[in-house]
């Protein structure tokens, strides 16, 4: 039990200091280092590269339980993070990708 334990710590960012013994002194935190070669983007690093705004749209219920039941499905298929935003996003870009140009309004 405790290899996988340590194998599945090792791949992650946090791994284990397997040349140190721990100190009595020592808290359990210490034992642990941040890999500093894996870099991800921070969810506030996401958010800056693209510019949400909040807009109210009515949809009938059965789209929105549609939208439901989709991402229910993905999240049951092993995409444990997909969101209903991401959902309406995708669609949004099938929607857009099916036309070659989208004129702009006159604003």
Same mark, same amino acid.
């Given at each position: 039990?405790?290899?996988?334990? !340590?194998?599945?710590?090792?791949?992650?960012?946090?791994?284990?200091? +397997?040349?140190?013994?721990? #100190?009595?002194?020592?808290?359990?935190?210490?034992? !642990?280092?941040?890999?500093?070669?894996?870099?991800?983007?921070?969810?506030? &690093?996401? +958010?800056?590269?693209? &510019?949400?705004?909040?807009?109210?749209?009515?949809?009938?219920?059965?789209?929105?339980? #549609?939208?439901?039941? !989709?991402?229910?499905?993905? +999240?049951?298929?092993?995409?444990? $993070?997909?969101?209903?935003?991401?959902?309406?996003?995708?669609?949004?870009?099938?929607?857009? $990708?099916?036309?070659?140009?989208?004129?702009?309004?006159?604003?």
């Amino acid at each position: 039990m405790k290899s996988s334990i !340590f194998t599945a710590m090792s791949k992650s960012r946090i791994s284990i200091k +397997r040349d140190q013994k721990p #100190k009595s002194t020592d808290d359990f935190f210490s034992n !642990f280092e941040i890999n500093k070669d894996l870099q991800e983007e921070t969810k506030s &690093e996401q +958010r800056r590269t693209v &510019e949400y705004v909040r807009q109210t749209f009515l949809l009938s219920k059965e789209h929105l339980n #549609k939208i439901k039941d !989709f991402v229910h499905t993905k +999240r049951k298929n092993g995409d444990t $993070n997909y969101t209903q935003k991401q959902a309406v996003q995708d669609a949004l870009n099938l929607l857009f $990708n099916s036309v070659e140009v989208i004129e702009p309004r006159n604003k």
